[in-house]
């Protein structure tokens, strides 16, 4: 490798020089690939038993409706106390969640509701968990790598989602479900321990505000921004009309059409591979118009879903797929980045949990609308409303002024730990 190539490298990667973040990256990447053998572990263990597939449904609901219900709750507990305080306890407390749940399925046969309520604990912890992580993140890099920060974030979560579910297989395989979930369990303290070893700015006093009024504050800071909106709602829309449909009725095609789960894995991991490339190209670009370059990376989800609708070869199909993983992942590191630089540090976490309560609020929604749809426009109809309607909200958000005409001008101030805000930092800008 010449010393040109290893500088750019090292610039590509300059955050995780910095010793905060790579602490942060270490124990944050662990833990997902912890989290992503969850779904795989969680259905095994509670299948061994021999109950019907419907318990699993109740399971990952389980898991899923206290994500949904408490986020809110954790964007103003992120903005009012030590977010890496925050952190640290969302993850000591799914870690002894999963022990416990490791624990009786390996020594005995845990009632459906032992899995529900010790489920319903790790979504829960995860409803704590990101609001905090998007406050956070601004404090522990520096202000011109905070992009870059963001993509290897990205990065390690697509990473996770290709690595996790191939361990959860072979651990189960040889040793059970329940080696697997007690491992996750693990990799949860091993987060915390990183996070406890983070550096950051002493805190200052909280204000005394009441828990009602710090929400209705993050509310107005939320909708006083037409571009935050527009997206959250596009955003909300995806995943009710295009994701749901896609992951339930994808699998039905691959099924019906192309030989089997084998095909659907196949093209759910290319996705994956396209998401990791995606991640490594937003290292490299800074464009001066985030919401732009990241609403134009929406538009490829189309393709894969109009493909299953065609049945086209598998092959092409995860090609297209590739595609998409790529457009979504640089969307999600240029709007985390754009959050983080243009929203006020003390409201930050607040802000964030209106945006992940958009963004997953309504997928158990599209999930349960999938099948109904389905028997009303047929599983071709629905997928070519889903790719249609990829199409019309992507084009619908970019033609909205203020997704097109925001800039990435601001320099992100650095913060102390209960989101109070210091001078700023002067520095390159994106």
């Known amino acids: 490798m010449t010393g040109q190539n290893r500088g750019a490298l090292r610039q590509r990667f300059g955050v995780l020089g910095e010793r905060n973040y790579r602490l942060f990256f270490t124990g944050y990447t662990t833990s997902l ?32 409706i206290p994500l ?128 406890a070893r983070v550096h950051l700015p002493a805190a200052a006093a909280p204000q005394p505000e009441g828990f009602v009024t710090q929400l209705a504050a993050g509310w107005t800071e939320f909708r006083s921004r037409t571009w935050l909106w527009v997206i959250v709602t596009q955003f909300s829309l995806f995943h009710l009309l ?43 670009v800074q464009p001066r118009r985030p919401l732009v370059t990241a609403t134009l990376g929406t538009f490829a989800f189309a393709a894969p879903v109009a ?31 754009t959050l983080q630089r243009h929203v006020p540090a003390a409201v930050l976490s607040r802000v964030s949990a209106y945006d992940w309560l958009g963004s997953v609020g309504l997928v158990p929604l599209g999930y349960a609308l999938t099948g109904p749809l389905a028997s009303t426009l047929g599983v071709t109809g629905t997928l070519w409303l889903a790719a249609a309607w990829t199409v019309l909200g992507s084009a619908t958000a970019l033609a909205v002024p203020a997704v097109r005409q925001l800039r ?10 209960d ?8 520095g390159a800008h994106a």
């Open 33 to 64: 690939v912890g989290a992503a053998m969850v779904p795989v572990a969680l259905t095994f263990a509670v299948l061994q038993e021999g109950r019907p597939a419907s318990d699993v449904g109740y399971v990952l609901a389980a898991e899923t």
């Open 68 to 195: 949904v219900v408490l986020l809110l709750a954790g964007g103003v507990v992120g903005d009012r106390l030590s977010r890496r305080a925050v952190m640290i306890s969302a993850d000591l407390m799914r870690c002894v969640s999963e022990l416990l749940l490791a624990a009786l399925v390996i020594t005995g046969s845990p009632p459906l509701w032992a899995f529900m309520v010790l489920a319903g604990v790790i979504g829960a912890g995860q409803a704590f968990f990101n609001p905090a992580l998007t406050g956070l993140l601004p404090l522990i890099v520096s202000a011109n790598r905070l992009q870059q920060a963001n993509a290897l974030k990205g990065l390690a979560s697509s990473t996770g989602q290709i690595i996790g579910p191939a361990a959860a297989g072979l651990i189960t395989a040889a040793g059970g479900p329940g080696w697997a979930i007690a491992i996750d369990g693990a990799t949860y303290a091993v987060s915390a321990l990183c996070l």
């Open 242 to 284: 295009v994701y749901a449909p896609f992951m339930v009725l994808g699998a039905v095609v691959a099924k019906t059409a192309l030989g089997g789960a084998a095909a659907w894995g196949f093209i759910l991991t290319a996705q994956g591979a396209g998401a990791i490339l995606g991640g490594l190209a937003v290292l490299r």
């Open 307 to 337: 493909l299953l609708a065609l049945r086209a070869p598998t092959a092409a199909i995860a090609a297209a797929a590739a595609i998409s993983g790529v457009g979504i992942t640089v969307f999600a590191a240029l709007w985390d980045t």
């Open 408 to 417: 990435t001008t601001r320099v992100p101030r650095r913060e102390t730990d």
């Open 419 to 426: 989101g109070r805000s210091s001078p700023p930092i002067t």
